[in-house]
C-alpha cells in the first residue's frame, strides 16, 4: 500500500504570508496527486489535481508542485477564509490521503 | 449540476448491521469510479471501498475487508455500502465520491454519520 506522509500537522500563520504545505509518498506516484481543503462539517473541496492543475473556480493563490513522491501545496497569499484542514491525496493505486494539515488563522 | 446524496446512517449497536445509499446526478454513473471514504470524528480522512464503472472490480481497505460490500446499480444511479460486523471504531461520517481520476473529476456527498455503540 502507498503511505503519504503530510508535513506540518498544524500551523498557524497570519493573512498575507505564503504558507506550504508538503507531502511525500512512500513509493513514486507520478503525478497523481489530489489537494483538499476540508471545514468542519463539510465534504472536502477539490483544490489541484495531477499535482499542479487548479480545479475551475480555485482562487490562484493556490498552487500545487511536485512529481514521483515529493509534493507541495502553495497558498501564496493567506486569507481568512483559507482556515481549515487540507489533504493530499495519491490516486494512482486506489486512494491515500496525508493525515492532513491544519491552518489557523494567527 | 453533480449531486450525490448520502442516506442510510444511524445509531447501530456493536457486531450490527447497516446500509449505506449514494444516489446520485448530473453526470453519467456508469463513466465514473466511486468510492467511499470515512472521516472518524475529528480525525482525517480514511479511504475505505472502491468499484468501477461496471460494478465487477471492487477493493477494499484491510480494515473493512472481509466486513464491508460495495455495490452499484447503474439502473438506479446508485451506489451502496453494505457494513456488517459494525465495531466502534467504525464510528464515522461516511463520503461517497465519483472520479474520473484521469481527467481530474472528483465529485463528493455531504457525508452520512454512522455511529457504533451500545
Known amino acids: 500500500d502507498i503511505q503519504m506522509t503530510q508535513s506540518p500537522s498544524t500551523l498557524s500563520a497570519s493573512v498575507g504570508d505564503r504558507v506550504t504545505i508538503t507531502c511525500r509518498a512512500s513509493?513514486?506516484?507520478?503525478?497523481?496527486l489530489a489537494w483538499y481543503q476540508q471545514k468542519p462539517g463539510k465534504a472536502p473541496k477539490l483544490l489541484i489535481y495531477?499535482?499542479?492543475a487548479l480545479k475551475s473556480g480555485v482562487p490562484s493563490r493556490f498552487s500545487g508542485s511536485g512529481s514521483g513522491t515529493e509534493f507541495t501545496l502553495t497558498i501564496s497569499s493567506l486569507q481568512p477564509d483559507d482556515f481549515g484542514n487540507y489533504y493530499c491525496?495519491?490516486?494512482?493505486?486506489?486512494?491515500?490521503f496525508g493525515q492532513g494539515t491544519k491552518v489557523e488563522i494567527k | 449540476e453533480v449531486q450525490l446524496v448520502e442516506s442510510g446512517g444511524g445509531l447501530v449497536q456493536p457486531g450490527g448491521s447497516l446500509r449505506l445509499s449514494c444516489v446520485v446526478s448530473?453526470?453519467?454513473?456508469?463513466?465514473?469510479?466511486m468510492n467511499w471514504v470515512r472521516q472518524a470524528p475529528g480525525k482525517g480522512l480514511e479511504w475505505i471501498s472502491f468499484?468501477?464503472?461496471?460494478?465487477?472490480?471492487?477493493y477494499y481497505a484491510d480494515s473493512v475487508r472481509g466486513r464491508f460490500t460495495i455495490s452499484r446499480e447503474i439502473t438506479k444511479n446508485s451506489l451502496y455500502l453494505q457494513m456488517n460486523g459494525l465495531r466502534a471504531d467504525d464510528t464515522a461520517v461516511y463520503f461517497c465520491?465519483?472520479?474520473?481520476?484521469?481527467?481530474?473529476?472528483?465529485?463528493w456527498g455531504q457525508g452520512a454519520l454512522v455511529t457504533v455503540s451500545s
Open positions: 465520491s465519483s472520479a474520473i481520476t484521469v481527467s481530474g473529476l472528483f465529485y
Open positions: 448530473g453526470f453519467t454513473f456508469s463513466s465514473y469510479e
Open positions: 468499484i468501477d464503472g461496471s460494478g465487477t472490480s471492487p
Open positions: 513509493q513514486t506516484i507520478d503525478t497523481w
Open positions: 495531477k499535482a499542479s
Open positions: 491525496q495519491q490516486y494512482t493505486t486506489y486512494w491515500t
